[in-house]
C-alpha cells in the first residue's frame, strides 16, 4: 500500500509538480491548496505524512501545524518551504520532524523516508 501524503501548498505549479514527482515515486499525494483546506482533509482522513508550506494565502505552516498537533500528535510533519531562520525555528517548535529548502526535490524525497521509516 503506497503511503499517503497531504501537501498543503498554495501555489498551483509547485502543488502540481511535487504531487506528480511524489506520485512517481511510489507515494499517494492528496493535495490542499489553503490552511483551512489542510486542517479539514487532515481532521476527516488518513494520512501517512504531512507536508507543509509554511506561507499560506490564509494562514502560515506553523498554525495549522500546530492544529494538526491538537488532535494528531504521531503523524510525521514535514515542512517544504524557502529559507528562513525564522521558519526554521517555527517548525521545529510547532512538533514538526524535518524541513526541506524548495525546490530540492531529492532532499525532500529523502526527509520523506527518514520520517515514514521513523514513524
Known amino acids: 500500500m503506497r503511503p499517503r501524503i497531504l501537501f498543503v501548498e498554495d501555489h498551483d505549479d509547485t502543488r502540481f509538480m511535487i504531487r506528480l514527482l511524489l506520485d ?6 492528496e493535495t490542499a491548496e489553503s490552511a483551512n483546506q489542510g486542517l479539514k482533509l487532515a481532521q476527516n482522513e488518513a494520512f501517512d505524512l504531512f507536508l507543509l508550506d509554511y506561507q499560506l494565502g490564509d494562514g502560515n505552516g506553523k498554525e495549522l501545524c500546530e492544529k494538526i498537533r491538537k488532535f494528531d500528535s504521531d503523524t510525521p510533519i514535514l515542512f517544504f518551504s524557502a529559507s528562513h531562520p525564522k521558519i526554521q525555528q517555527d517548525a521545529v517548535e510547532c512538533g514538526a520532524q524535518g524541513f526541506v529548502l524548495k525546490p530540492d526535490i531529492d532532499a525532500l524525497h529523502g526527509e ?7 514513524a
Open 112 to 118: 520523506i523516508e527518514r520520517a515514514l521509516a521513523h
Open 24 to 29: 512517481k515515486r511510489g507515494y499517494q499525494v
